[in-house]
């Protein structure tokens, strides 16, 4: 959702951005990009950047950042990382997320998986010089900046936002407080729970899983019957005003998918295990 928007911030419009094919798994087709590339060269198009994913908002997908980077490199693309939701995850599994490194940018939501407000983001780049330079209002503003990354510096002047909360203060206050250590241990918890809660559906013959779970996201339905979408539909809304738990929803192959997402450092086995228990007792009600 975030990347048509930036486009049609930047004037370049929605036609813009390309669509790159997924495998099974849903991470992106690096040959797919190439000749999506080559195609827009060919046409005498400019790209400009690819955008990869580590960890899908839906289903927690991780793409081959290496291989996407080295597609980057070849064509001379500027690679940005959408690590919103699930980078955290490398503090645990760093092999899932090999080639993140090479990202010249990457976006973090702590307040997901960090646990701190809503509206908490972080920005990062891997040459700030970048980001000041094409904020700066002349060339001769952004050598200064250059040269002394401190003095002039100014975050308004970085971002389209202006007016902003000090949102940063309670994620280095948390850090600071209870340790990346325990930031680990809690990301931990959470991946182990949604394997928990993908063996529980696994398990369940009403249910069925429909994505792999590669961190915390866990999509699911309600089976046997010829009007799935919308009696998951229904079910959503149901188990959402029992009140017991709450869970979202995705698009999987073009169905209607339930979605459970354990991002709260405070859930526990009794908590998943109540996802189940809900989804079914919301379908017996509603048949």
């Given at each position: 959702?975030s990347?048509?928007k ?14 790159i094919?997924v ?8 040959g ?8 827009d060269l ?13 960890g ?18 070849e ?10 939701y ?11 997320f090999r080639?993140?490194e ?23 780049y891997r ?30 002047e970085?971002?389209?936002?202006l ?15 209870h ?6 241990e ?70 209607f998918?339930?979605?459970a ?9 009794d ?11 919301a379908a017996?009600?509603?048949?």
């Amino acid at each position: 959702m975030s990347i048509p928007k930036a486009a049609a911030l930047l004037g370049l419009g929605h036609d813009a951005v390309r669509l790159i094919a997924v495998d099974d798994a849903f991470r992106m087709r690096t040959g797919d990009l190439r000749r999506e590339i080559m195609r827009d060269l060919d046409c005498g198009r400019l790209p400009i950047a690819v955008v990869s994913s580590a960890g899908t908002t839906a289903t927690g997908s991780i793409d081959p950042v290496t291989a996407i980077a080295d597609v980057c490199r070849e064509f001379g693309l500027w690679l940005h990382v959408d690590g919103a939701y699930g980078a955290f995850a490398s503090l645990v599994i760093p092999d899932a997320f090999r080639g993140i490194e090479r990202a010249d940018s990457l976006s973090l939501d702590p307040h997901k998986w960090l646990y701190q407000p809503t509206g908490c983001g972080c920005l990062l780049y891997r040459n700030p010089s970048a980001a000041r330079q094409a904020f700066a209002h002349s060339g001769e503003y952004a050598r200064a900046l250059s040269d002394d990354p401190i003095e002039g510096f100014a975050f308004f002047e970085e971002s389209i936002e202006l007016s902003r909360p000090f949102r940063a203060l309670t994620l280095w206050l948390s850090l600071r407080f209870h340790g990346l250590a325990a930031f680990r241990e809690s990301i931990r918890e959470d991946l182990r729970l949604a394997q928990v809660l993908a063996d529980l559906i696994d398990a369940e013959p009403m249910l069925e899983r429909l994505a792999p779970v590669a961190l915390s996201a866990v999509t699911f339905r309600y089976v046997g019957r010829e009007d799935a979408d919308a009696f998951n539909r229904s079910i959503l809304d149901r188990v959402v005003r029992r009140g017991r738990v709450y869970i979202s929803n995705a698009q999987i192959h073009g169905h209607f998918a339930l979605r459970a997402c354990i991002v709260n450092h405070r859930s526990t086995e009794d908590d998943v295990r109540c996802i189940v228990s809900e989804v079914l007792a919301a379908a017996e009600e509603l048949q």
